[in-house]
Nanobody, 125 residues
């Protein structure tokens, strides 16, 4: 059974930084593409960072490019999201997720079928 547990959320002022962590269990960590997603109240869930199972490819949408960095520690089965220069519009519940297929690359949210419980990030102006 795959389990994901996020931590690291909190409240910061605009321009601040946070680092989210996601401990993953129940699978071979470096066999799966993983991502960070967020959902603000009244909005659809969106992907903000992805890392390929091989660890050599990442993707960021323009909204966070240059400010967010996804990384991982295979030995610790942990996925990270470093968020810098935070803006009020980054306020959301943040989730980590694992792709449903082994060694597959996709940005489609529907391709991710294992999710953490979420961690709240609030950025005040």
């Amino acid at each position: 059974q795959v389990q994901l547990v996020e931590s690291g959320g909190g409240s910061v002022q605009s321009g601040g930084s946070l680092r989210l962590s996601c401990v993953v269990s129940g699978l071979t960590f470096d066999d799966y593409t993983m991502g960070w997603f967020r959902q603000a109240p009244g909005q659809e869930r969106e992907g903000v960072s992805y890392i390929r199972w091989s660890g050599d490819v990442t993707y960021y949408p323009n909204s966070v490019k240059g400010r967010f960095t996804i990384s991982r520690d295979v030995a610790k089965n942990t996925l990270y999201l470093q968020m810098n220069s935070l803006k009020p519009e980054d306020t959301a519940m943040y989730y980590c997720a694992v792709h449903k297929s082994r060694r597959w690359w996709s940005l489609s949210i529907n391709s991710y079928n294992s999710w953490g419980q979420g961690t709240q990030v609030t950025v005040s102006s």
